[in-house]
């Protein structure tokens, strides 16, 4: 099992920058991808970024594309999410999330952090 304990949330002006980190611990070798989702009160949770733990390959939800970067650091077994140019839409509950399989769902979860952007 993997264990996911998010940090570096807040409040940010729009515009502003800020920087999300996840921190793995456990069974962390058993980690093929890591993720951030994100909800806002009364939506879904929504896919916004992901990497391949090993090769580091990325992916974007459309929304964020150019605005945010998604990367890790294994040694330290922490994934972070780099979000420049925010704007008030971006204001929602964030997920860290891994997968211990190349193709399987997110298995494992933080406990969410709160991210706030003003206008």
């Known amino acids: 099992q993997v264990q996911l304990v998010e940090s570096g949330g807040g409040l940010v002006q729009a515009g502003g920058s800020l920087r999300l980190s996840c921190a793995a611990s456990?069974?962390?070798?058993?980690?093929?991808?890591m993720g951030w989702f994100r909800q806002a009160p009364g939506k879904e949770r929504d896919f916004v970024a992901a990497i391949t733990w090993i090769g580091g390959s990325t992916n974007y939800t459309d929304s964020v594309k150019g605005r945010f970067t998604i990367s890790r650091d294994n040694a330290k077994n922490t994934l972070y999410l780099q979000m420049n140019s925010l704007k008030p839409e971006d204001t929602a509950v964030y997920y860290c999330?891994?997968?211990?399989?190349?193709?399987?769902?997110?298995?494992?979860w933080g406990q969410g952090i709160q991210v706030t952007v003003s206008s």
């Open positions: 456990g069974r962390t070798f058993s980690i093929y991808h």
């Open positions: 999330a891994a997968s211990g399989s190349p193709i399987g769902v997110y298995k494992y």
